[in-house]
């Protein structure tokens, strides 16, 4: 069996997050961002609606350490790759973090994800952010 690639590994975590049947999860969409010169973050938002919770992943094939954080329009921070409840796993050779939040009101996700500074082969670095929600269903 070959090397999988990025899009491969995307590809299984998406099936497999559709496929959960305790949640009915949809696909929002996946960020792309790749690392050149001194840009080591894409900047992205989106908007929710109360009473939605998001999953999130991302995938990278990298020794740097990745992340990814959420902040409000206020660039307060609300969640993200650094929570306790954040889980990093490795996949077929490439990094994966996902953790998964509840929003209590409508609100501006403001998403950035990237390579942390300091890391020697962080140029060219390709990443995925998978965005996943469900919409608690009202009585």
């Known amino acids: 069996m070959g090397q999988r690639s990025l899009e ?12 959960d049947e305790n949640y009915k999860w949809k696909h929002f969409g ?8 001194t840009q080591n973050s894409g ?3 989106l908007n929710i609606e109360a009473g939605t919770t998001v999953r999130m992943y991302l995938l ?10 959420v ?3 206020e660039t307060r921070y609300v969640f993200g790759s650094s929570d306790k409840n954040s889980l ?25 994800f990237g390579v942390r500074w300091g890391c020697s082969k962080m ?10 929600y469900q919409v608690k269903e009202t009585e």
Request: negative net charge.
């Open 8 to 19: 491969e590994i995307h590809d299984r975590i998406k099936d497999n997050q559709l496929a």
């Open 30 to 37: 996946t960020l792309n961002f790749e690392v050149a010169g």
């Open 43 to 45: 900047d992205y938002r």
């Open 60 to 69: 990278a094939k990298t020794d740097c350490i990745t992340y990814f954080d």
């Open 71 to 73: 902040r409000d329009p």
């Open 88 to 112: 990093e796993t490795e996949i077929d050779g490439f990094k994966a973090t996902t953790v998964l939040y509840t929003y209590e009101k409508d609100a501006t996700m403001v998403i950035r």
């Open 123 to 132: 140029l060219r670095t390709k990443l995925k952010l998978l965005v996943f």
